[in-house]
């Protein structure tokens, strides 16, 4: 298990996580969705691999990928 745990991370895992979440999920600053990275594979796919493998193998990912937009729906009765 240890050598399973140590092997390099793959483009094809990178791929497998991405279309493993929801095509509506994940909503970002941008208001891009997860199914807009999934749509749009073939030609974001490249960067977004290159981008998380440099982070993974122990390289620093920019701050804002960070983002988060939370967004507080109050609740109300019916009336």
Known sequence: MNDLLLQPFTA??????????GANMALGPYGLTTGFYQFHWE??????TAMVLNFLDGGVMPESIN???IVLIPKVKNS
């Open 12 to 21: 094809k895992e990178i791929h497998a996580a991405v279309f493993m979440m």
């Open 67 to 69: 983002s988060t937009t």
């Open 43 to 48: 030609t974001l796919g490249p960067s977004v």
